[in-house]
C-alpha cells in the first residue's frame, strides 16, 4: 500500500479544467512531484517543487500544495493528456521517494 | 541531453536473481547533486520505487524489498546496477532507471524530491 493516496480515476471535458490531488502526512513539509504516463510509456515528470514545470511541459499544467494535500491542475484539458499521472514524495516514515496509486485521467 | 538505458535479460526463471543495468550518458554518474535511482511498474499497476543509489555508494532502498535488493554503481563505466534475489512471479514488471533527486525551497522550508529523467524501461518476466 502507498502513503501518498490519489483518487483511482478522475475524468474531465475537452477544454475544462480537473484537479488531481495526492494526499499524505508526508506533503506537510515535502512537496510532490507529478508524472504523467501514456500508454507503453515511460513516465514523465510535468510538475515538481512549489509549481515548477520542466522545459517543454504546457502551462495548462500547475502544481499547489495545501496541509497534506497536494494538487495537479491541468486548465484547459487537451485530449493527449489522457494519461495516468502519479505522484512522488518522501513517506512518512523517512523514505526518500514514494509514489501514489496513480490516476486514470479520461478526457471526455 | 541525459538519458539512460536498462539492460539486461528479459525472462528470469523463479528463485533466480534478476540483474539489470542502467548505462547513463550525456552526463556524469558522480554528479554531487544526483542520486540514481530503481522504479518497477507489475502489468497493469501502479509505480513502485525499489531503491536509489549516490555515486559513492550509499544507498537507500525500499523496505518491502530491502532483503532482496542490492544497487551498485561503476563510476568508471558511467552505470548502475540492481540484482534482486529470490524472484517469483510477482517481481513481473516494466523496470525503470531514473535519475533522483531532492531538493530544498529555501523560501517555503519544503523539500521536493523527483525523478528525472527516465530510461524507456525493460520488461521482465519471471517464469519457468
Known amino acids: 500500500s502507498s502513503e501518498l493516496t490519489q483518487d483511482p480515476a478522475v475524468s474531465v471535458a475537452l477544454g475544462q479544467t480537473v484537479r488531481i490531488t495526492c494526499q499524505g502526512d508526508?506533503?506537510?513539509?515535502?512537496?510532490a512531484s507529478w508524472y504523467q504516463q501514456k500508454p507503453g510509456q515511460a513516465p514523465v515528470l510535468v510538475i515538481y517543487?512549489?509549481?515548477n514545470r520542466p522545459s517543454g511541459i504546457p502551462d495548462r499544467f500547475s502544481g499547489s500544495s495545501s496541509g497534506n494535500t497536494a494538487s495537479l491542475t491541468i486548465t484547459g484539458a487537451q485530449a493527449e493528456d489522457e494519461a495516468d499521472y502519479y505522484c512522488?514524495?518522501?513517506?512518512?516514515?523517512?523514505?526518500?521517494?514514494?509514489f501514489g496509486g496513480g490516476t486514470k485521467l479520461t478526457v471526455l | 541531453q541525459l538519458q539512460l538505458q536498462e539492460s539486461g535479460p528479459g525472462l528470469v526463471k523463479p528463485s533466480e536473481t534478476l540483474s539489470l543495468t542502467c548505462t547513463v550518458s550525456g552526463g556524469s554518474i558522480s554528479s554531487s547533486s544526483y542520486y540514481w535511482g530503481w522504479i518497477r511498474q507489475p502489468p497493469g499497476k501502479g509505480l513502485e520505487w525499489i531503491g536509489s543509489i549516490y555515486y559513492s555508494g550509499s544507498t537507500y532502498y525500499n523496505p518491502s524489498l530491502k532483503s532482496r535488493v542490492t544497487i551498485s554503481v561503476d563510476t568508471s563505466k558511467n552505470q548502475f546496477s540492481l540484482k534482486l534475489s529470490s524472484v517469483t512471479a510477482a517481481d513481473t514488471a516494466v523496470y525503470y532507471c531514473?535519475?533522483?533527486?531532492?531538493?530544498?525551497?529555501?523560501?517555503?522550508?519544503?523539500?521536493?524530491?523527483?525523478?528525472?529523467?527516465w530510461g524507456q524501461g525493460t520488461l521482465v518476466t519471471v517464469s519457468s
Open positions: 508526508s506533503l506537510r513539509s515535502y512537496y
Open positions: 512522488n514524495s518522501r513517506d512518512s516514515s523517512g523514505n526518500p521517494w514514494v
Open positions: 517543487g512549489k509549481n
Open positions: 531514473a535519475r533522483a533527486s531532492t531538493n530544498y525551497d529555501i523560501l517555503t522550508g519544503y523539500f521536493y524530491p523527483r525523478f528525472d529523467p
